[in-house]
């Protein structure tokens, strides 16, 4: 019997969910997605440090320390690109979530790095945060043909204006859904309860019953189980630790998504800024999630920039 991990790639895209090229290399993906967070871990691995002094002797000392980091992003997505076969995600800096000029000014920069070091815009993704104005920047840069990831993504309406908007692939965050529930309920949730695999589940239905083109991949994992339930979606990206758990089992794998048994009772709804900041401030985990995965991801950024800088003094 094939391993679990060999059995969820026949009909699931597997993403590693790092910055560690020796991971990436372990378990063959097909894409990888980085963020603020996992580039800062990397960076301040002895076996990266090199990448680091790379970027800032790169950047030179006239370049601002965003510039640097822009280059470091970009160093580091360009040596997973060449282990994995098919994407690498590249983010766009957490504090310009509110800013949609800023936040296509940003993209348009990191593509114009890749595309000077040869590597083609299809090869990459744009993470930007799913707000209103990260929603309606990638909606600009999906017709400049920059191919973008919506990331710290919580709620059905989130997901729909992505889709309205073409977004190439969102990124919902399964157990950060988890974990908020958890929280609040004071229990634990089996798997098949889970209501980050639940949210998950009823996004894939939405877009296969409607004929989407946006491609969905779990994200944020807590545990095997979650994967487990969602095998069939069209991506999943998946932490070192788990993609090792799935590697280390001979267990039969089912198939729980497919696009031939979605529910045929599902409404299509639609909306404009108004109506989705009001449907999303309906939702208290999404607005909750949201918020703090910006916070975080901010202060990542932060950090990034005081080893840059330590760098470069």
Same mark, same amino acid.
């Given at each position: 019997m094939p391993t679990q991990l060999d059995q969820l790639k026949q009909f699931t895209k597997v993403v590693a969910d790092t910055g560690d090229f020796d991971s990436i290399k372990s378990y063959q993906p097909q894409d990888a997605t980085t963020n603020p967070s996992l580039i800062l871990k990397a960076a301040t691995m002895p076996a990266y440090a090199h990448l680091v002094d790379q970027a800032v002797k790169e950047a030179g000392a006239a370049a601002t320390i965003g510039q640097t980091i822009d280059g470091l992003l970009v160093l580091f997505g360009s040596e997973i690109l060449k282990i994995v076969p098919g994407r690498v995600s590249t983010e766009v800096d957490a504090r310009l979530s509110f800013d949609r000029d800023g936040s296509i000014a940003k993209a348009r920069e990191i593509i114009g790095r890749y595309e000077k070091g040869g590597i083609g815009r299809e090869r990459v993704l744009i993470k930007l945060a799913s707000t209103w104005e990260g929603i309606k920047a990638a909606e600009q840069l999906q017709k400049e043909g920059i191919n973008c990831n919506l990331t710290l993504l919580f709620s059905f309406p989130?997901?729909?204006?992505?889709? /309205?908007? @073409?977004?190439?692939?969102?990124? *919902?965050?399964? @157990?950060?859904? #988890?974990?908020?529930?958890?929280?609040?309920?004071?229990? $634990?949730? !089996?798997?098949?309860?889970?209501?980050?695999?639940?949210?998950?589940?009823?996004?894939? !239905?939405?877009?296969?019953?409607? @004929?989407?083109?946006?491609?969905?991949?779990?994200?944020?994992?807590?545990?095997?189980?979650?994967? %487990?339930?969602? !095998?069939?979606? $069209?991506?999943?990206?998946?932490?070192?630790?788990? #993609?090792?758990?799935?590697?280390?089992?001979?267990?039969? %794998?089912?198939?729980? #998504? $497919? *696009?031939?048994?979605?529910?045929?009772?599902?409404?299509?709804?639609?909306?404009? /800024?108004?109506?989705?900041?009001?449907?999303?401030?309906?939702?208290?985990?999404?607005?909750?999630?949201?918020a703090e995965g910006i916070r975080l991801f901010s202060a990542d950024i932060v950090k990034l920039e005081q080893l840059i800088q330590k760098k470069r003094s």
């Open positions: 989130q997901a729909v204006a992505c889709a /309205e908007a @073409g977004v190439k692939l969102i990124s *919902p965050f399964v @157990g950060r859904i #988890l974990d908020w529930h958890k929280k609040n309920a004071g229990h $634990d949730f !089996a798997p098949t309860e889970d209501p980050g695999v639940q949210s998950v589940g009823k996004i894939y !239905a939405y877009y296969k019953k409607f @004929g989407y083109k946006t491609e969905v991949m779990g994200a944020s994992f807590r545990n095997k189980g979650e994967i %487990l339930e969602l !095998a069939g979606c $069209d991506l999943l990206t998946i932490s070192p630790q788990l #993609l090792g758990e799935l590697a280390a089992s001979n267990d039969p %794998l089912v198939r729980k #998504l $497919d *696009p031939a048994a979605v529910s045929a009772d599902v409404e299509r709804v639609t909306y404009d /800024e108004k109506s989705f900041r009001f449907a999303f401030n309906e939702d208290p985990m999404a607005v909750d999630k949201t």
